[in-house]
């Protein structure tokens, strides 16, 4: 039994609430005002745990490379400059990066992650690799990405990525023909399934050429339905209602949109159309892992409700992510927290969500203290 007595941002709708907090057999029992002498005493604030939805950590080892160069230029598979680059990158050096990599998004407060992690077997061993030289307590979700186009090769490769992660992380439906699409979809069974769409106004060009439809439209057409589609920055009406229709949520990564100057997705439109949004920082050779920077982002772009974007952060993201009984402290579900050292926010501020949202940053939180 652990009791933990502190601040805490409470249930669905971030109550805040002190007081000491039960924990049996690793789940959340409620709270309890009986003295007890083992009491762990927290002087700071517990929140939901962080979640970082879509990132590229593999980039991690050619930071800020490219300056001024467009997205395609960038990153567009086979040979965008980060491809380029990564190449002439030996394994050591990548899995340094990686390694780099997961400490800063634990000083970041970030508890689990979603990587879209390319490279085929070989990157998604690179990160374990990084894991097994890292010391951090960050639950991984590793969407690994096939290299082969050749069918009978393209089956073989994706049957051993997905005995190895989590699932397909694509980087785009232009990307594939509809038959490559049905084929990789049929495959990924059980396991998830993510792919970017709609990320800047040359592919849903691009799409709407070539197949008369947006990138969103077309996947539904051929009754593919991701688990959650990545930025969604250029979607229509008819695409957010598609989305509504299907039940299929979408990370947004705003600050990485607007560092590859693409535009910003309209995010009070997507909530308008009673989507499940997540967040992600997206690669990090353009952009720091820091969720803290991404909602604060949010909130001044879009004046959305702090709530609803701490909810973006923590529940939302767990449900995405589909991590079960996380992303929200409350009764029955798992004790994970995102510990923040700092006292003076609970001193002053009339609205602690809103203050978690807009004021802190990485240097706020506490990495070290953990509740075994």
């Not at 992650?113 to 097994?132: T, Y």
């Not at 989305?243 to 693409?262: D, G, Q, T």
């Not at 702090?306 to 991590?323: C, R």
């Amino acid at each position: 039994m652990v009791y933990l007595n502190s601040n805490f941002l409470y249930g669905d709708d971030f109550e805040p609430k002190k007081g000491t907090l039960v924990i049996e057999d690793e789940i959340i029992k409620g709270f309890t005002s009986e003295h007890h002498s083992n009491v762990l005493n927290y002087k700071g604030l517990v929140i939901p745990p962080l979640i970082n939805s879509h990132t590229h950590i593999g980039d991690n080892s050619i930071k800020d490379i490219g300056i001024g160069k467009s997205l395609d230029e960038l990153v567009k598979p086979p040979n965008g400059l980060k491809h380029k680059f990564l190449n002439t990158c030996s394994e050591k050096e990548l899995v340094q990066g990686m390694s780099e990599g997961l400490y800063d998004l634990e000083n970041n407060g970030i508890k689990a992650f979603c990587d879209f992690r390319e490279n085929g077997l070989n990157g998604i061993n690179s990160l374990k690799s990084a894991f097994e030289d890292s010391n951090v307590s960050i639950k991984p979700i590793i969407l690994g990405r096939p290299t082969q186009r050749e069918e009978n090769l393209l089956k073989d490769e994706i049957s051993i990525i997905l005995d190895n992660c989590d699932g397909l992380g694509l980087s785009g439906s232009n990307e594939y023909s509809d038959q490559e699409l049905k084929f990789i979809c049929k495959l990924v069974n059980k396991k998830i399934l993510s792919i970017h769409a709609n990320e800047h106004k040359g592919s849903v060009q691009y799409s709407k050429e070539k197949y008369g439809i947006s990138e969103i439209e077309r996947l539904i057409n051929l009754n593919i339905k991701p688990d959650f589609l990545i930025h969604a920055t250029h979607s229509s009406s008819d695409d957010l209602s598609l989305l509504n229709e299907n039940k299929i949520p979408v990370v947004v990564c705003p600050r990485a949109n607007a560092s590859f100057n693409v535009g910003l997705p309209d995010i009070p439109k997507m909530l308008e159309y009673n989507l499940k949004l997540g967040i992600g920082t997206d690669n990090f050779m353009a952009n720091s892992p820091s969720i803290f920077k991404e909602m604060d982002f949010i909130y001044k772009i879009y004046h959305v409700d702090p709530k609803e974007i701490l909810k973006m952060a923590t529940i939302n993201g767990a449900e995405i992510l589909g991590l079960q009984n996380t992303g929200v402290i409350k009764e029955g579900y798992i004790p994970t927290f995102t510990f923040i050292k700092n006292g003076n926010i609970l001193k002053t501020s009339k609205n602690i969500a809103a203050s978690v949202v807009t004021r802190l940053e990485n240097g706020d939180v506490d990495s070290k203290f953990l509740v075994c």
